[in-house]
């Protein structure tokens, strides 16, 4: 009963995905706008189960900055964002924070802006990465495709034949064999996918970029692991039956995006 409720619900999402990417731009940030805010809601949870929950006048803010800095190239949101919450958030943090841990709250505002912000917002760059819309689209659902392919192949091969933990102090029910099986389908997807996308990078630079971004995805799922293990809860949330809440869903993407774009910009991929 859970893996078909987990199938559907995981169906839903992956053919909104890929509605809002086939849509273009406006769709595209729109869903990240509404996977970012459910993700906020669900960290500052967390972050309040610590005894530090970050300002909602710094995490929002900030996170949409940088979640949406592809619609203005010519700002250096980076600097421009980080700069403005140190020197206007910080004081403020401290003369009207009526949490135990002001500084704490602010940290971890700085922290989910940049997971949940600044790590979507890579998903958004990859959409205006070339001049071609199909090349961008392409490069998008690989994109999200290295963390449901990973995600799904670890689930199901760890439930049927995982015996070996996995980081077990973080996550007990996460497997080596699981971790192994989402490796190698993102590895396959990559090295089939990437170098239909972009003609003009081999095999052996697609599965490199496949290696780091597997990398990223597991840890983004390891972070989240840990995150929720810190704060004595077993999901994020509940928005999504199944799966728990979007900090779930959403936790590896927010860093395979980064390393998608990151890696390929050093290779002069586009």
Request: proline letters at 5%.
């Amino acid at each position: 009963m859970k893996l078909r409720q987990r199938v559907l619900s995981a169906s839903i999402l992956v053919g909104a995905l890929v509605a809002a990417v086939a849509l273009g731009w406006p769709w595209l940030a729109g869903a990240a706008v509404l996977a970012a805010g459910a993700g906020l809601l669900e960290f500052r949870r967390l972050g309040a189960a610590l005894g530090a929950a970050p300002p909602w006048w710094l995490l929002a803010p900030l996170t949409a900055f940088w979640l949406l800095r592809a619609a203005y190239p010519q700002v250096a949101a980076t600097d421009v964002g980080l700069g403005v919450a140190l020197v206007v958030g910080l004081p403020l943090t401290l003369g009207t924070a009526s949490a135990r841990r002001p500084l704490l709250g602010f940290a971890l505002g700085l922290v989910g802006a940049a997971w949940l912000g600044y790590g979507l917002g890579f998903l958004l760059l990859l959409d205006r990465a070339t001049s071609s819309p199909a090349t961008n689209a392409g490069l998008v659902f690989i994109a999200l495709g290295i963390a449901v392919v990973s995600d799904s192949a670890a689930y199901l091969v760890g439930s049927a034949i995982g015996r070996h933990h996995f980081f077990a102090a973080i996550s007990p029910r996460k497997t080596v064999e699981g971790a192994v099986a989402g490796a190698l389908a993102a590895l396959v997807l990559v090295g089939l996918a990437l170098p239909l996308v972009l003609p003009g990078l081999g095999l052996l630079p697609a599965l490199g970029v496949g290696a780091v971004a597997v990398v990223a995805s597991q840890a983004g799922d390891l972070v989240e692991s840990q995150l929720k293990r810190s704060a004595g809860v077993k999901d994020a949330g509940g928005w999504i039956p199944g799966h728990g809440g979007m900090l779930d869903r959403i936790d590896s993407l927010a860093l395979v995006g980064p390393a998608v774009y990151s890696i390929l910009t050093l290779l002069h991929a586009f």
